[in-house]
């Protein structure tokens, strides 16, 4: 296919809207993807994005669509849905010239849209509006015309009604794509310059690479050099998606496809890299390459300490197909050998917690999660400290500085008053607020990230009764009044349990985990003391009273299946509690100062 016949496109949309049905039903109405093959969801091909319904990681796939008799060449380029990928988008949609909005019609406009279509728009990317699910009775597709109008300032005269479920207005989207988003520029002739969007590592064939030519053309057997990380390697393999992998002899600029050349890491060809020639190399990279920097810090523990060496096994396997996770050995007298890991967000770290646990038979206890602290010491030294245990002494620190956030939400109005004062109750300070239709406002705050991992986005979708969106970003590091809350477990320190707090808010904290896990650990044989301590100070103490647990008793000697099916639910119930001294506590101890009320 000519240059002048090729598309690249996106699509954006907020969770839910129905992108990944909508790009199911593209491949099934251009016929990529035969109908027997065809399991829902195509391109969210990773089980657990499946299950959940979230897209993780992008994909990409070329579909062949006739238009007045000319066949076209589209390629789509998926984006992930979730704020914690975000870093994500912006790649795929560098190597687009256009992107659908998808937006729902039953419910319109919502934070990760607006944050979406925006980066589209800076990109200057051909953005089509599409209304989807239009099937259902509630779908009110000109109101959400006339509030993307306003909102985003984006002519929506022609925007497409459609139903990525019912197949209605497909063909149309398809003829769309190719009036509307103008064919790649031709710099087939300049020296390669691809960009990387996208990477995994198959164990067979090493990192599979895909990308966007930008200038350039790239075959098989061509000595290839990645800009940023100067690696270079012979291509053995060049292809096209299709979705699936298909070989081809050269891929042209404006295409996309994907290369497999040995390349033994991920490191080695990371998303934003740029692919040149070795022997003719292009003078300049492609613009914005960017790491993606964990925010968020937990510790993973086997809790048998067996499992250390096939935990280790599992995170090198995982950090080869993401390179966002981070991860180091941390030791703790209470937990024994484990991992720091870092992420990019909550979401990330539920999602390899599940995959050790799912995909290598691991059982793991998590710690509740922690920002990354600047700390300033008295003898000069700036210390990155991301577990709440380490942090320097009292007498040892100048001072702290925590990340800060931006939030925007949207939210119905009537949800207002509730959202200022959660954004309020955790340490938010107002920014704006704009109403962007008679009945819906934006409410942007600056918050310290801290107070926004654990339940905000449960707390905000709860308060608004689901209506309200959240979209966030990072903008820098403040100082701020913090201080560091011990707890003690039989007298013992319990460091996991560790957390930092604001100073205004360390005796309520202290009060509210002690409370919290008295009732989360189960009764032992001795009495318990719960202890939260700043300092040798302790500032709340609850008690656990003993117990004779003897539930054998119960049986009256008599049946002995029912006493072996009693014993087999006690080993089960014990089955995430690590021993900490003589007192098991259980995983969702270690979570306590997420919840607390
Ligand atoms: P994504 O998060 O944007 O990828 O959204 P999905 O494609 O996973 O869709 C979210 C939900 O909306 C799923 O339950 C879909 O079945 C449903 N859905 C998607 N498109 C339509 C549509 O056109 N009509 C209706 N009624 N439901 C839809
Ligand atoms: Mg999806």
């Keep these: ?80 849905g979730h704020v914690d990928f975000s870093y994500e988008v912006s790649r795929s949609l560098a190597a687009c010239e256009g992107a659908l909005l998808v937006v729902d019609a039953s419910q319109g406009v919502e934070a990760q849209t607006l944050a979406n279509v925006y980066l589209a728009l800076e990109n200057n990317l051909e953005v089509i509006p599409v209304l989807n699910k239009i099937d259902l009775p509630g779908a009110e597709p000109s109101r959400v015309i006339q509030e993307i109008e306003e909102v985003i300032g984006l002519d929506c005269s022609n925007a497409i009604y459609c139903s990525a479920k019912e ?31 996208d990477s995994y590592y198959d164990a067979y064939r090493g990192v599979i690479v895909y990308f966007r030519v930008i200038d350039g053309t790239v075959k098989k057997g061509d000595r290839i050099l ?83 060496p096939d935990l280790r096994d599992a995170l090198d396997k995982l950090q080869l197909n993401d390179a966002a996770l981070k991860f180091e050995p941390e030791t703790s007298s209470a937990m024994g050998f484990g991992f720091r890991c870092g992420f990019l967000g909550l979401l990330h770290m539920e999602i390899v917690q599940e995959r050790l646990e799912r995909e290598y038979n691991l059982s793991l206890i998590t710690t509740a999660p922690s920002v990354v ?111 560091k809350l011990d707890v003690l477990i039989n007298g013992e320190g319990v460091e996991p349990l560790s957390t930092i707090v604001h100073k205004d808010k360390a005796y309520s904290v202290g009060r509210a985990l002690t409370q919290k896990l008295k009732e989360l650990i189960p009764r032992q044989m001795f009495k318990v003391p719960i202890q939260a301590c700043i300092g040798t100070k302790v500032i709340a103490s609850e008690a656990l009273s003993a117990i004779r647990k003897d539930v054998l008793a119960k049986c009256y000697g008599g049946d002995i299946s029912r006493k072996k099916k009693l014993l087999k639910k006690q080993a089960a119930g014990k089955k995430r509690m690590k021993a900490i001294g003589k007192v098991d506590v259980p995983q969702e101890a270690f979570m306590a100062v997420l919840k607390l009320e």
């Design 1 to 80: 296919v000519p240059i002048e016949r090729i598309r690249n496109f996106s699509i954006i949309a907020h969770i839910d809207h129905g992108k990944s049905t909508l790009a199911d039903k593209l491949l099934q109405v251009t016929g990529t993807v035969q109908s027997r093959e065809m399991k829902e969801q195509f391109l969210d091909n990773m089980d657990l994005e499946r299950e959940r319904g979230i897209t993780i990681k992008l994909q990409a796939a070329r579909m062949r669509f006739a238009f007045e008799g000319q066949p076209y060449c589209l390629n789509l380029i998926d984006t992930p």
């Design 226 to 308: 990645f800009m940023a990380s100067g690696k270079d390697y012979y291509a053995d393999e060049v292809g096209v998606l299709s979705p699936n992998q298909l070989q081809v002899d050269e891929l042209y600029a404006g295409e996309v496809g994907y290369i497999s050349a040995s390349i033994r890491s991920v490191a080695d060809a990371r998303v934003g890299d740029t692919i040149t020639h070795y022997s003719r190399k292009a003078e300049e990279s492609l613009p914005g390459y960017k790491e993606a920097t964990p925010m968020v810090f937990c510790g993973l523990f086997p809790i048998d300490a067996d499992q250390f």
């Design 373 to 483: 602290y600047k700390v300033f010491c008295t003898n000069g030294e700036i210390v990155d400290c991301s577990n709440p245990s380490a942090l320097p002494e009292q007498g040892k620190r100048k001072s702290i500085e925590e990340p800060i956030v931006k939030i925007e939400m949207l939210t119905p109005k009537d949800y207002i008053g509730s959202l200022m004062e959660l954004s309020q109750d955790r340490r938010g300070e107002f920014k704006e607020m704009k109403f962007i239709t008679e009945n819906r406002a934006s409410l942007t705050y600056e918050m310290p990230l801290a107070e926004m991992v654990g339940d905000f986005f449960d707390q905000l979708k709860s308060r608004s009764k689901g209506y309200a969106s959240m979209e966030y970003s990072f903008i820098g590091y403040k100082e701020s009044d913090l201080i």
């Design 167 to 197: 197949g209605i207005g497909i063909n149309e989207i398809l003829s769309a794509i190719v009036q509307r988003i103008p064919p790649p520029p031709n710099s087939a002739g300049r020296p390669l310059r691809a960009l990387i969007f």
